[in-house]
Nanobody
Framework: QVQLLESGGGLVQTGGSLRLSCTVSGITFRLNAMGWYRQAPGKQREVVAGISTDGFTKYVDLVKGRFAISRDNAKNTVYLQLNSLKPEDTAVYYC??????????????????WGQGTQVTVSS
């Protein structure tokens, strides 16, 4: 059974930074493209960043240039560095797998379960 454990969220002011971590167990981590999703109040969960098995990264336009995704296969962990945070980044952040098309487009996917997420709150 897949287990995903997100951490690192918190309350920051506009312009601040956070580093999120997600440790995954129950799968062969290095064989999976991974991503970060977020869900703001009253909105659907959306994927914001993804990293392939060989380190290719993809971001949605809203976070491009501000967020950076990385992975450590030895630790079964995926990270998300959040910089220049804005109030509209406030959401619960989750990790899960993603899928990349042959053309490099990123699509949401999941292992059939989700972790509890980590809350990021950005004050204005």
């Amino acid at each position: 059974q897949v287990q995903l454990l997100e951490s690192g969220g918190g309350l920051v002011q506009t312009g601040g930074s956070l580093r999120l971590s997600c440790t995954v167990s129950g799968i062969t981590f290095r064989l999976n493209a991974m991503g970060w999703y977020r869900q703001a109040p009253g909105k659907q969960r959306e994927v914001v960043a993804g990293i392939s098995t060989d380190g290719f990264t993809k971001y949605v336009d809203l976070v491009k240039g501000r967020f950076a995704i990385s992975r450590d296969n030895a630790k079964n962990t995926v990270y998300l560095q959040l910089n220049s945070l804005k109030p509209e980044d406030t959401a619960v952040y989750y990790c899960n797998k993603v899928r990349f098309s042959a053309a490099g487009a990123m699509m949401g996917n999941d292992f059939g379960s989700w972790g509890q997420g980590t809350q990021v709150t950005v004050s204005s």
